[in-house]
């Protein structure tokens, strides 16, 4: 953390009531460029009185944003989509600087995020309530989808522009006003969105941005107008954000750690399979909250283990904005000594090293945190390797012999985000699909992340709370289900009498 008294540097503004404005903390820390450790931006950690002018210009603008008609805040959406379509390139390249995967990769994670804005548009079907005519004489019951008030966002460092897309376009085209709160590792492309969504004509105090760290956060989750928070990020942050916004009576989705596997078939397409698997486990350099780090490979699948090497072994390691890279560097000198961290235990803990990723040098990138593909076999349960979310280029390797062994093996992992299945039965198929207990499955997809007309359904240790982001889930997460059950008496009926006991309808 750096104290500094004038800032010099690009810095990540707050968005107060309509107003980028600079933050007068004192506490300030570097944006970092992965590749190159150069520093490239500055981000503040607000100050108290800051999150509180943020949250309170959120609950004034809720008075009149929850009366405006649902087609004029579709209509923002609509322009919101166009304009990061427009703009998808240039964030691209702020985001692979300040997070150093591919520039594809980046164009992919604003493309994700941009297809729940596109979702956002159809917000007139999705919030319709229901109703029912005639449940008792003269009555009817209907519902209504009210927005919640003020919601808040915290998100993670691994997708700056998905990830804050998931939350604050469903949760303010609902009706609800919103403070979000980016990573403080890579705040810069998720402020190039909120800055175009502010140009889409989102009103002053509606959306509202501010940064800092378990401080900042802390005081959203207990902050008594904020009515729900949003979270995505690490088992033990979404954990403690779940327990505090909980006890604070608010409505809490935490989205959280993973350990994927996928389960490989003898009779899959051999290719086909062994493509996807290097793809899905060292892809964004493992950091992925649905990336592979678990294969099983059932029967004599164990044979294609050295073709899978083989394939790792060509992917290119380098800076993410260079020309045909594949694995770009992890976010951090920290999260890269974590990863080394976890493939030495590996090595100590008896499991075998096919493909040692752990040395390796990138010319004219050699300050960047770059960890090469690397794979493991003879892997077992009881290893960190296997328990602990690696959130690096890392794919773990175990054999049994039946679908069965696969099932209960997966089954009997913690978490709960995704799951491969790859084979070219369909019996295997609704077997595995219907007895795998995992949120979200891919049969011959390696990464099943639904599209945002679904919801994201990570599910046990992966997630806390009951509704998803994106997608309907969103639209419940985000709304109260008001019921009316409503008489109107026709002048000819009857007054009858007083009734004392429970209506037999
Ligand atoms: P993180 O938990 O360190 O940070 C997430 C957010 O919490 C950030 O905004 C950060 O500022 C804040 N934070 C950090 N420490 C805090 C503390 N002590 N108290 C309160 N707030 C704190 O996560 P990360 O490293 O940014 O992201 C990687 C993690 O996110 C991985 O575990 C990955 O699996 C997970 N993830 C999950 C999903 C999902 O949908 N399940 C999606 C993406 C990432």
Redesign the pocket.
Known sequence: MNTVSKIQLSTAKLLINGEFVESKTQQWQDIVNPATQEVIGLVPFATPEEVQSAIASAKAAFASWRETPIQARMRIMLKLQELIRANAKKIAQVLTAEQGKTLADAEGDIQRGLEVVEHACSIGTLQMGEYTEGVARGVDTYTLQQPLGVCAG??????PAM?PLWMFPMAIVCGNTFVL?????DPLSTMMLVELAIEAGIPAGVLNVVH???EV??ALCTHQDIKAIS????????T??YNLAGQHGKRVQS????KNHVVVMPDANKEQTLNAMVGAAFGAAG????ALSVAVMVGDSKHWINELVTKAKTLSVNAGHEPNTDIGPV?SPRAKARVIDLINSGVEQGAELLLDGRDIQVKGYENGNFVGATVFSNVTTDMRIYKE?I?GPVLTILCVETLDEAIELVNANPFG?GVGLFTQSGAVARTFQNRIDIGQVGINIPIPVPVPFFS?T?SRG??LGDLG?YGKQAVQFYTQTKTITSRWFEDSQEAGEVNTTISLR
């Open positions: 915290i998100t993670p460092f691994n997708f990830i709160k980016p990573s403080e590792q800092g760290g378990k956060v802390d979270f995505v990020g690490s088992t033990a942050v979404g403690h954000v989205m959280m750690g993973a950091q992925r909250c649905m976010i979310e959130f985000n994201f990570g992966s997630k982001p």
